[in-house]
Structures are given as C-alpha cells and as structure tokens.
C-alpha cells in the first residue's frame, strides 16, 4: 500500500515538474521569439534547413504580432476588433464590431469584457446596434446603450447622434469601479479578519444549513433575544459578517452584538448613506455618522 | 405552544414559521419520503441549531405529560437540544438507510408535528439536491416609464440605480400585504449559500383561516400543488417561478391560478414611488437551474450564448499580459486530442464500423468538428449541465414557391380554423399562436406564410445539434444561428433565419 501510495506521491511530483518546466519553456521561447533582430538574422544567416528557417519566421512574426496587439490593449484599455459572425443569416453580412474592454486592478488584468455591434439598420449604414455582449447585468449597459447609441428606428426619421467613444468610456468607468468596489469589499473583509475562505467552511461544518433565512423576523418570540452567544466579556465588539449584493452598492455590516449597520455606496466608493441599528431596533446615529467617507476606510471607521 | 383559540374567525395574519402540520400530512409524507439521508441528517441539525429552535419544536422529555404512557413509544424523547443534536451528530458518521432517519424525525422527535418551516426548508433542501426537479419560467423586473421622467429613469449617474433594490424586510412585508386579502400563505425566503440567489418559497393556504387546525385539513382537491417557488438570481433584473409539484401530479388551474396571483404581487411588492415594475416574459423555460443561472443569470453568459460563448471564457482573447505564444497552441493540440479519442470512443462503442473507411473520413470529420467549434464556441456540450430540454420555434417565412393566389387564401384560413379547433381540444393556448397583429400582417402580405412549428426535445437540445453538425446530418455551415443557441430562448418566432424580436417590446431598463 505504502509503496503504490509513495509511487503515486512520486508520479505527481513529476507531473508538477513537468509542468513548471514547460511553463518555464514557453516563457523562454515567447523571450527568444521577442529578441528584437531576431528575423533580420533569420533572413540574412545562411541556414543548412531552408523549412526550418521558414517555420522559425513563422513563430517569430506571430510573437510579434501577439507583442503589438498585447501592448496595444494593455495601453489603450478599450480596444476595437472586427470579427465575422458565423450565421449565414447574419444581417449586414455577419459584420461584427467588437469593442473590448480590460479592467486592471493592482496590476493586474483582471478580467476583459466584450461587446458585440452589427449594422441592421440598411439605411444608415453608421448606425451600431448591440448585438452580443459579455456585460454582467449588474452594469447599466441599456441605459448606457439609450444615451450613447443611435435609437433610430426602422422609420426614415434621421438618427440620433451616436458616440461610440463616448460610450465605451462610461461603459469603462462602470466596469472598472464596480471591479474596484469589489476589490475594497475584499479588503473590508480581510480588515475585519473575515477570512472568507476558511471562516464558513467551518462555520458550515458546525450547523448545516442551505443558507440564510431572511424572514425569520415574522416570529417575534421573546427568546430569540437571549439565546444568542454572549456578548464578548471585555466589551468589544466584533465584526461578524460584510455582506454586500452583487453590484456593491449596498454593504451589510453585522456585529457580534447583533448590531447592524446598512450603508449604502455610490459607484466611485463613497458611503454616502448609513443606518446602523443596535439589536434593540435603536438607532445608532453616532456610528451612522461616522461611517459616511471613502468606503476603504470603513472598517477602521466603524471599529473607532 | 400557545392553547388553541376555541373560536375561530378569519383574520388578516399569514401562517407564521413556527404553526405545525400533523405528520400523517400528505404534504409532509410526500416532501420527507422524496429526500435523501444525508439531506434529512442535515436538515435534522439545522433544524436543532439555536437560531432556528422557535420554528422547530421537538418532543423533548419535558413536553411528556405526567399521566402519559411510557411503553408503547419507540423513541424515548431526549433531554435536551444538545442531546439531540449528539444523536443526529452521530447518525451522520455512520452508516445506514434512509428510513431510520425518516421514522425517526417523524415518529420520534418531531412526533407533534412538523412546522411550517421544517417543510419549508425540506422542499427547498429537495430542490437544492435536484436542480433539475422544476420546470422554470425566466421572467424580467422592467421599470415601467414613467411618461413625466422617461429621460430620468435612463439617464446614468454616480448613485443612479437601473435594477430593482432587494430588500428582504420590505419586499416580505409589501408582499403580505398584497396576498393576505386573498388568501393565507406561509413564506420562506432563503439566500442560498452555494449558488448566488435568494429562494422564495410561497406556501398557499387558501383558506380565511390562519390557524393551525386549518393546516392540517386537507383541502378538498388532493392533486393541487401547494407551493410556489419563486427564485432571483443575485444582481440581476431575472425572476424564475415554478409550480412545486410533485412528481406526476398534474399542475391544476387552481395551482396556476394561484401562481398566477403570487406572480403578479411580485412586481408592486418590488415597486415604491417613482418606480414602478412589471414583469416581462423572457421567451425562457427549463428544468435545469444551472441553465437558467447562465442564460439570465447574473454572470457575463446572458446575451454571449451559442457561438459567442468564445467572449465570455478566455478563448478569444487572452490575457494582456500573456505574451507566451508557444503554449496556446499546445494547449489547442491537447483539446483536439481529448476530442478525438472521445470521438473515437463513440464511434468504436456501437457498431464497430471499419477502420478504414474511418481513415478515410478523417479529414471530413475532423473539418466539420472544426465547423461545428466555430459555430458552438465551448457552448453545448454534452456534460455541462446546462442542457434545454425543450425548445420550440415558429417558422414565419413565406412558402418558398408561389403558385396561385387564390388557393393561398383558402389555405390560410383552413389553417387558421384548424389552429383554433387544436387550440380547443388542448385547453390551453400556446405562446407560438399568432396574435391578432401578426395574422392582420401576414394576411396584408400576398405570400403563405403557413404556421410551421419545430420542437427540439432532448436531455440538452444544443449539445444533440452540435453532435448532428458534427456527424454531418445538419450543415453546420448553412445552419441559422438559432439552432446553436444563441438566442438565448426556448421559445420563438423565426424570420429570414433570425429569431423576431418582439415588436410591442416592453422598455425599461
């Protein structure tokens, strides 16, 4: 038993290795492929295998055109492609304008989104209309698409003014502060000591439950304000759960008191309104207050 | 529990948590008997735990009454909750059958009866376990204009809102208010921990009545379908409903009805001053919840489906700092292999056809495989659990040869009795009947447009396109794109090879 268990230990550590070292490889390649005379000495060494030269510039060239366009979008954030749409039905010809929009956060690229435009219109030829896109619905793309796109109609009645640029960047300035409001809730949690990924595993391992009753207040029984744990014996007060629905405008914040405080973000970060209510159904106006500001410092706010 | 009121009268309360069903209940027989052990372990210590004790009342030993009989019980009541709770603690580490669990929750600790919350959680824990157990029906929250602001409800600012703000407290109360005149109902609401939506369960109780002797008369119809789930995925305009019925029990016109009454108190319940909702079809109904989450669910899948899906994944466009080009192609090397012997499996499993004619068609096949990938994307794949069971499509184009003029007229009416008389014998309209306009339409035009429907039935109606694609029944090719899925509908009208877009299209946002 040992011995297959050991092997098997063995296999997978080779297979990591494996994977390492190929990883490794590519990346070499991508820095050989990127040398910058690389293809004029291509071109000009004598070479003994005339198909291996020409396959070297083959990968060479690719490089370089991954390279451009790499930098192109990493620069320019919202970039422009034009794709074929395979449906031989397509109108205008299954012509596609892409638009794509990258969200970096912390130096990272985090995530790309894409929307799709066709022509259907066969009058006004310049007239986008959104035909796919990649948008979570939590972005208000309609209203954007009402404000910044052409509405005309069928009807011969002359278009509206229509401002692609414009459009995608208002489409970008959603993304990229819902991206970041996401990132401060992550940080929210991490100030708290919520650690999100152990803390519910352990949590659901002590009491099973599919998830969250929210009407659980329909009962008003006398007990349920006693049971819950004591209070902490020195008197401070814990942060228990951040919550947050998926647009981040809304934050939950939960105390171990069993108070609770709701606050409410606008799209740049900033708490602009705040009830905080104690387990009694009072309110709290001096932590409601205090909680108005930048939604990064809203732990260290709370927790004065 | 508080002593029976002697006198009943009907009053204006919903059924709270805590009101309990005998467990002799159909209801009650039906939901336990369906679940699995280790889903009523579960439930048992959920059940137990501190927060939920009010709505969940065991018979524990202090309950017994002094003069009662000892003997003839099979399970002695426990002491106490922790005691309790170390029982089902340790039916959970070992093993055993369903039934133990089952008579024990029913017979034993829970012998007085089951609360409305324990039924409650036990349905939903069901539809958790089988998420493919309900058919559902894809509505939208639209913003009714408001023809005084049209230009306000649209316009986008730092702290402007464009989805419907869900509130449990508030949405609960307004909803109550709403359905209490009609009838009783007990609600759950429960923000589900392992997918990204909140689950309303609706427990319709039709009856004045509110108390607990009411419950537990079965109403007079035992067919009918008691509770309604309504589902919204978090962060998105979408509502799901469905009919909670059991298997093979047919939903009624009461059950409808009844749906029908929650469905529409939805949308004021969600609505305040200066914003009004209503609820808008979305031409979508499947079984499968997984499905429903990625076609109007809150992710970026919704409107890149079919073909497109290639946008949403990272297949289209990598990362803008990858710059490693060797290992993509790999990587693509690897997928079409995994392909092939997949492909090879298929083919080698039935009829073990001759080796050589399949050298012969590599070539072919491994073309339309590549056909087929350009028009599916990573969509429709047999085991990804979003399979449409059901999709049903009009044809609207006019019949491609016209001969005579006067024949057309007579065909097209024929056709229109014939539809209605159909329409008689099945009870209910379906959605693909033509509505008044489209009729007028079509007869303003001098072609014959007869109503021609297709029906896609399967485990994953896309998945079985793309696998005729890639046998080389359907040219992928020629294949309009609705066919991969694309329009993100299960029902519709088709013209010049496009799904219609509703003309009447409800604004909002």
């Known amino acids: ?304 | 529990m508080a002593p029976k009121p002697k006198t009943t009268v009907p009053d204006y309360k919903n059924i709270p948590h805590s009101h309990r069903l005998p467990t002799t209940h159909r209801e009650v027989q039906r939901t336990f008997s369906k679940l699995s052990r280790q889903s009523l372990l579960s439930l048992a210590l959920q059940w137990l735990a501190k927060k939920n004790r009010d709505f969940c009342h065991p018979y524990l030993l202090g309950d017994r009454d002094a003069d009662e009989e000892e003997e003839d019980e099979l399970y002695t009541p426990a002491q106490s909750y922790e005691e309790l709770q170390e029982i089902y603690k340790e039916l959970a580490a070992r093993k055993g059958g369903k039934r133990e669990v089952q008579d024990r929750i029913l017979e034993g600790d829970w012998r007085t009866g089951v609360s409305m919350f324990q039924l409650a959680t036990a349905e939903i824990q069901y539809l958790l376990d089988h998420p493919s157990s309900l058919r559902w029906t894809a509505k939208r929250l639209a913003r009714i204009p408001n023809p005084k602001s049209a230009s306000l409800d649209m316009e986008v600012t730092n702290d402007s809102e464009h989805l419907p703000r869900f509130q449990a407290q508030t949405f609960m109360a307004n909803l109550a208010r709403e359905l209490t005149p009609l009838m009783k109902a007990h609600y759950l609401l429960i923000r589900i921990k392992t997918m990204p939506m909140t689950v309303l369960r609706v427990y319709i109780h039709d009856s004045p009545y509110s108390t607990e002797t009411s419950l537990a008369v079965d109403s007079a119809n035992p067919d009918s379908a008691r509770s309604v789930f309504f589902i919204w995925p978090n962060g998105s305009p979408f509502v799901y409903s469905s009919i909670a019925n059991h298997f093979g029990q047919v939903i009624s016109d009461d059950g409808r009805h009844l749906r029908d009454i929650v469905q529409q108190a939805i949308p004021k319940a969600f609505s305040r001053p200066s914003a009004r909702y209503q609820l808008a079809s979305t031409n979508f109904t499947t079984k499968s919840l997984d499905a429903l989450l990625a076609y109007r669910g809150p992710g970026k899948s919704n409107a890149a489906s079919g073909g497109w899906s290639i946008f949403q994944d990272h297949s289209f466009s990598q990362n803008a700092l990858d710059f490693i080009t060797s290992q993509r192609g790999d990587g693509h090397g690897k997928h079409g292999s995994t392909k092939d012997t997949t492909g090879s499996a298929v083919k080698a499993g039935p009829g073990r056809p001759k080796r050589t004619l399949d050298e012969k068609e590599t070539s072919e096949t491994k073309r339309r495989r590549e056909v087929a990938a350009g028009r599916f994307g990573s969509s429709a794949q047999p085991n990804d659990g979003q399979g449409l069971e059901r999709v049903e499509v009009r044809i609207d184009d006019p019949f491609p040869s016209v001969l005579n003029a006067t024949e057309q007229a007579d065909g097209d009416t024929s056709n229109i009795s014939e539809q209605s008389a159909n329409r008689n014998r099945r009870g209910r309209p379906s959605l693909l009947d033509r509505s008044l306009d489209e009729i007028e339409e079509l007869e303003g035009g001098d072609a014959w447009v007869p109503d021609v429907r297709v029906v896609f039935q399967g485990s994953h109606v896309f998945a079985g396109v793309r696998q005729l694609v890639e046998q080389g029944v359907f040219n992928g090719e020629k294949m309009p794109g609705w066919m991969t899925g694309e329009a993100g509908v299960t029902i519709g009208a088709v013209k010049e090879g496009r799904i219609r877009t509703k003309s009447v299209q409800i604004p909002g946002v």
Not at chain 1, 8 to 30: E, F, P, Q, V
Not at chain 1, 195 to 220: H, I, K, W, Y
Not at chain 1, 226 to 255: H, N, Y
Request: aromatic share 4%; charged share 30%; net charge neutral.
């Open chain 1, 1 to 304: 038993m040992t011995t297959a268990e050991e092997l098997d230990g063995d296999i997978n550590d080779l297979h990591d290795r494996i994977t390492t070292l190929k990883a490794h490889r590519a990346n070499l390649a991508s820095i050989l492929l990127s040398q910058p005379h690389l293809p004029m000495r291509l071109e000009q060494r004598p070479v003994s295998n005339e198909r291996n030269r020409r396959n070297a510039i083959k990968l060479v060239q690719k490089q370089s055109k991954r390279n451009l366009e790499n930098i192109h979008r990493a620069c320019a954030s919202v970039t422009a492609y034009k794709v074929k749409d395979p449906d031989p039905y397509a109108v205008d010809d299954g012509n596609v304008l892409g638009v794509r929009i990258e969200v970096s956060i912390e130096g990272k690229f985090v995530e790309t989104y894409h929307v799709l435009f066709n022509r259907p219109n066969a009058v006004h030829k310049t007239i986008l209309k959104i035909h796919k896109h990649t948008i979570p619905p939590c972005i208000p793309l309609q209203p954007l698409a009402h404000r910044w796109l052409s509405t005309a109609k069928k009807s011969a009645e002359e278009p509206t003014e229509q401002d692609l640029i414009k459009f995608g960047r208002h489409l970008r300035k959603e993304l990229v502060s819902w991206h970041l409001r996401l990132d401060a809730l992550e940080k929210m949690r991490r100030e708290a000591k919520l650690d999100e990924q152990s803390a519910p595993r352990e949590r659901s391992n002590a009491e099973p439950s599919v998830g969250t009753v929210l009407n659980a207040f329909v009962s008003d029984d006398e007990e349920s304000e006693e049971e819950d744990r004591p209070d902490e014996p020195d008197g401070l007060l814990k942060i228990t759960s951040i919550e947050a629905d998926a647009a981040v405008r809304e934050v939950t914040v939960t105390w171990s008191s069993g108070r609770v405080g709701v606050f409410k973000v606008t799209k740049d970060g900033e708490v602009d309104k705040a009830v905080v209510r104690e387990r009694d159904g009072s309110r709290s106006d001096s932590v409601g207050r205090r909680a108005i500001g930048r939604i990064a410092g809203l732990v260290n706010r709370l927790s004065q």
